[in-house]
Nanobody
Framework: QVQLVESGGGSVQAGGSLRLSCAASGYTRSSNCMGWFRQAPGKPREGVAAIYTGDTSTYYAGSVKGRFTISQDNAKNTVYLQMNSLKPEDTAMYYC????????????????????WGQGTQVTVSS
């Protein structure tokens, strides 16, 4: 059974940085899509960043491009989201998701197809 465990959330002031981690376990195939999503109160869930571990292609929402970086550590089966220059509008619950049937650009074009989700970690950015 696939399990995703997020960590690294917290409270920071605007302009600060946080690094989220997502540790994956319970799978056998190596190449997959890993994504970070977020949901603020009263707003729909949105994709933030995704990575296809088969070729390390990365994808970003326009609102975070240049500030956030998604990366992977295959030895630790962990995906990270480095968040710099945080803004109050980045405040949300952040979720890690994974899917082993999506490939390449599908990691970003079919965000609603991710089949495994973590429990979420809260990020709060104060002005």
């Amino acid at each position: 059974q696939v399990q995703l465990v997020e960590s690294g959330g917290g409270s920071v002031q605007a302009g600060g940085s946080l690094r989220l981690s997502c540790a994956a376990s319970g799978y056998t195939r190596s190449s997959n899509c890993m994504g970070w999503f977020r949901q603020a109160p009263g707003k729909p869930r949105e994709g933030v960043a995704a990575i296809y571990t088969g070729d390390t292609s990365t994808y970003y929402a326009g609102s975070v491009k240049g500030r956030f970086t998604i990366s992977q550590d295959n030895a630790k089966n962990t995906v990270y989201l480095q968040m710099n220059s945080l803004k109050p509008e980045d405040t949300a619950m952040y979720y890690c998701a994974a899917d082993w049937d999506l490939v390449g650009l599908g990691c970003w074009k079919t965000l609603d197809k991710y089949s495994h989700w973590g429990q979420g970690t809260q990020v709060t950015v104060s002005s």
